[in-house]
């Protein structure tokens, strides 16, 4: 059975193409999500609005963590230097290889240096695989270790060594891979076997509004109809007589019992 695959989340512009192709780059990205990840595209783009700012021979292309770390450090310094403000997310999820996540920098870069802008850029960084977990059936989408597993990379681990931050994340992780799955048990109540309640099988009847407009009104005169059910009218007569009734006790003495 084969299953449809994570749909592009940005998918850049021609415009943002064509702007990458007229910079002259030592190598056109083919992978975005590798490709950008160490920076080094990033600081050659860089170069050709600030040549005497970033020089080429200073980074270097390579794929480990170190590499990654050193390029991106001094690309923050010089962000730093020429008050340039990406956002950070999208720098931390391009280093990580997030789906996505390249793309979004690159337009984010593009509407820095030109001026221009993006329709379809989007306004929410969202990371997860909850887009590509709602596309596939319910019999193929992830258990929760296969969610912790695509959401959290080895990179972040390395880079936050910290044991309870990595349990925050881990945690954060399982509760919405719970809440999703509450949400398909709501969705396919006859998949999971879920009984309703008793209180979901009795039948609710609306409430009757009479001329008044008031349920309460209505409810008072139910309580005063049936006060009066079975009681002699004696209300607004005079002279009726009540006779005390005395009921003798007997000795509790009388009731022993021989043994």
Known sequence: MSYSHPPRRTGLPRAVLRWLQ???LSFFPRNF???FSNGYLIAEIFS????GDI???SYENGASLATKLSNWSQLTQFFSK???KPVQELIDGTIHCKPGAAEMLVQDIYSMLTNGRIKNIQDEVDFTDHYYQEQLPMV???TASKAIKNNIKLTEIMMEPNINKNRQKVNAIINMHMQRRLVEREENPKRFNIKPSLAERAVRHPVAVGPSGSAINIQREKLSFISNLGLPEIRGKTGVQFKEIQVKQADRGSFTVDV
């Open 22 to 24: 007229s910079l002259d």
């Open 33 to 35: 999500r590798r490709d």
């Open 48 to 51: 050709w609005y600030y040549p």
């Open 55 to 57: 020089h080429s021979h």
């Open 82 to 84: 020429r008050n340039l």
């Open 140 to 142: 193929a989408r992830s």
